[in-house]
């Protein structure tokens, strides 16, 4: 048997921030996790320096032996259309991998790990939880991403009543001969929206490492969609002929679709399992990060007493950080009708592609990294 205060089940990023900053606060931390670690994550890989800044991440340590891509440039284009490239003059993003990223987190994260096992079943025993059998804490947080399976305790209705965003990725290692021919800047990743403004695919080199993928909300025709952009890709000579790609899907909830209940007695959810992804972009790891570390500061206050009244500042720290739920995706960003041609328009601009869309929608930039 464990006896712990708070078990976090998922050690994406949102747990792993989270075990890390209730370990600092003296509290019994567990993180359960279906896979072990090190363990891929379907996701592009890019960070924005906030996150690194809130994580004390040393980046001279971790770009020792794992990837650290610095980004000074973003190339965006609609459609078709002619692309347009913003350059920085300075590293505005970090290009990581998931299985090297998150492996580092969760490792220092301090808490005890119980990895390769899967969540199963949970129920009240003498006033705590007992999780699988043989876990008894007095705190559950789900931190297991879309699918997470305490969200589905709460009452989530997964893929039921929820309007998600579907993505498919592939990273691989190029050969030096296919790096030598691949056409995409390493600090300069690309972004080519649909024209109908429901998603974007990206190609984003890290060194040797291609990470291409599409997301859109919806899954209607996505594997079709992934293909077209693919073969465009390669025709185009961002991507070497000889390359072949395994995609593999995911999803996940825009902060503005969202209606997941994110706490009960006993219960918090943090990060994917929150649906809490910035609306205009899909960033997810950001608001991971920072729920967990939100989370972390109301059961620290809470000292000990975790009904579902003593943990209700977390839904305000979460509103005040995010805003109310509802705003803007990418296309309603901008006033109906007018939509297309005017995206069309302003995606042509230098002003709205690196104001807009890459400084406010994309970096956040006018978002201090969270202080804690
Ligand atoms: C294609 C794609 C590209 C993306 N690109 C980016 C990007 O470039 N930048 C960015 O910021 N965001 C990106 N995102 C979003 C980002 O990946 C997520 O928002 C982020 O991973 C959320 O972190 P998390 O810790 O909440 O969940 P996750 O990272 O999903 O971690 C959840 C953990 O829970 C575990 N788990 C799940 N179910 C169980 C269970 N039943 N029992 C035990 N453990 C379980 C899993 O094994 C996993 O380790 C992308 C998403 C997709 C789909």
Redesign the pocket.
């Known amino acids: 048997m464990i006896n712990c205060d708070v078990l976090i ?9 989270c075990a890390r900053a209730l370990r600092r606060a003296g509290l019994q931390t567990v993180v ?4 072990s ?1 090190p ?1 891929d ?8 320096p906030q ?1 690194v800044e809130v994580l004390q991440i040393d980046l001279r340590d971790y770009a020792s032996g794992r990837v650290l891509q610095p980004i000074t440039a973003f190339t965006a284009g609609l459609g078709e259309h002619a692309a347009r490239t913003v350059r920085y003059g300075g590293i505005v993003s970090y ?1 990581i991998r ?1 299985c090297e990223f ?1 492996h580092y987190l969760l490792a220092r994260s301090g808490a005890q790990l119980c990895l390769g ?4 079943d949970m129920r009240r025993q003498d006033g705590r939880w007992l999780v699988n059998g043989h876990i008894s804490t007095a705190l559950v947080i789900g ?8 969200a589905r305790f709460l009452g989530a209705q997964l893929g039921k009543d929820e309007r998600a ?5 592939a990273e691989f290692v190029m050969s030096a001969a296919q790096a030598a021919r691949c056409g995409v800047s390493a600090e300069q990743p690309e972004l080519y929206f649909s024209e109908d403004l429901q998603g974007y695919g ?1 190609c ?1 080199r890290k060194g040797n490492y291609l ?1 291409v ?3 859109r909300e919806g899954n209607h025709r996505l594997a079709e969609r992934v293909q077209d952009f693919w073969s465009r890709l390669q025709s185009q000579g961002k991507v070497p002929q000889d390359a072949s790609a395994h995609f ?5 909830l825009l902060y503005s679709h969202a209606r997941r209940p994110v706490l009960a007695d006993g219960v918090m959810l ?5 649906g ?3 609306p205009q ?9 920072e ?2 570390l939100l989370a972390a500061g109301v059961i620290a206050a809470a000292a000990g007493d975790y009904r579902r009244e003593r943990l209700a500042g977390y839904e305000d720290r979460l509103r005040e950080r995010f805003g109310p739920r509802g705003g803007g995706t990418l296309s309603k960003g901008i006033p109906s009708g007018l939509r297309l041609s005017l995206a069309r328009h302003l995606l042509q601009t230098r002003w709205f592609t690196r104001r807009v869309l890459l400084d406010r929608w994309f970096l956040h930039a006018h978002q201090a990294a969270l202080r804690v």
Request: aromatic letters at 10%; charged letters at 20%.
């Open positions: 089940v998922g050690g994406g990023p949102a747990g792993s921030s359960l996790d279906k896979a670690f363990r994550k379907v996701c592009a890989g890019w960070i924005t996150v290009g998931r998150d096992e899967t969540w199963k931190a297991g991403g879309h699918f997470c399976p305490v965003i579907a993505a498919q990725e990206w984003f990470n993928g599409l997301g593999k899907g995911h999803a996940y943090i990060g994917d399992a929150a809490l992804a910035y972009s899909g960033e997810g790891i950001r608001p991971a990060v729920s967990g």
